[in-house]
């Protein structure tokens, strides 16, 4: 399975832009980058997917690299409730187009006041 | 339209005993996947279920094992609970297995005493 490396930590000031990244070096063709983030050991929550182009909702913008071996999430204004762990993920396709999340050990985002 | 729900949110079992854990999708959503999530591991997969089947299957032991119904709701059981399965265990739901997104329950937290 194709594994993903985050940095563990990061700090980013209120209303500044948090810019995550995430290598995926293995990562093959038909693998998507998934991200969620998880808030005090709630369920993971949504963010955010991609294939090989950019990618942007209302929660954030996911810029992948041409060659697809790292990905950059982006927080555009970010609150303290962004505060969390975020995951970088590559979700894996198995045989009959059975799926499952591949997760890391993600980064610990805080958002500074 | 309601999320993930998971019963029951907290449980304290003891050393060999068995649990049940339920899981209840998203309405419309067919495919549901379990994933464990421990300090020292991470989140980890257990098993996808899609149509009453399971489809896909994580390095767990026997001791792990799940089903599905006709209306997609989930169950995940673990026998001869040992201190090590406590954890937080976490379903998600989406609407079809393969390229599709999964959304998460707030978990279940079991203990093993």
């Known amino acids: 399975d194709a594994k993903t490396t985050q940095p563990p930590s990061m700090d980013c000031a209120e209303g500044r832009a948090a810019n995550l990244p995430c290598n995926h070096s293995?990562?093959?063709?038909?693998?998507?980058v998934y991200w969620y983030r998880q808030i005090h050991s709630q369920g993971p929550q949504y963010i955010i997917h991609?294939?090989?182009n950019n990618e942007t909702n209302e929660m954030a913008s996911l810029i992948i690299t041409e060659d697809r071996k790292s990905s950059t999430l982006i927080l555009p204004h970010a609150t303290l409730r962004d505060t969390a762990v975020y995951y970088c993920?590559?979700?894996?396709?198995?045989?009959?187009?059975?799926?499952?999340?591949?997760f890391g050990q993600g980064t610990r985002l805080t958002i500074n006041p | 339209k309601a999320g993930v729900t998971q019963t029951p949110r907290y449980l304290i079992k003891t050393r060999g005993q068995q649990v049940t854990l339920s899981c209840s999708p998203i309405?419309?959503?067919?495919?549901v996947s379990w994933y464990q999530q421990t300090p020292g591991q991470g989140l980890q997969f257990l098993f996808e279920?899609?149509?009453?089947?399971?489809?896909n299957k994580g390095n767990f032991p026997g001791r792990f094992s799940g089903r599905q119904f006709s209306n997609s709701r989930s169950e995940m059981n673990v026998s001869t609970l040992e201190l090590g399965d406590s954890a937080l265990y976490l379903c998600?739901?989406?609407?079809?297995?393969?390229?599709?997104?999964?959304?998460f329950g707030p978990g279940t937290r079991l203990l093993v005493l």
């Open positions: 293995t990562i093959s063709g038909n693998e998507y």
């Open positions: 279920y899609f149509s009453e089947t399971q489809r």
């Open positions: 309405s419309g959503h067919r495919s």
């Open positions: 993920i590559v979700r894996v396709t198995a045989r009959q187009g059975a799926q499952k999340l591949v």
């Open positions: 991609g294939l090989k």
């Open positions: 998600a739901s989406s609407t079809r297995e393969g390229l599709e997104t999964q959304y």
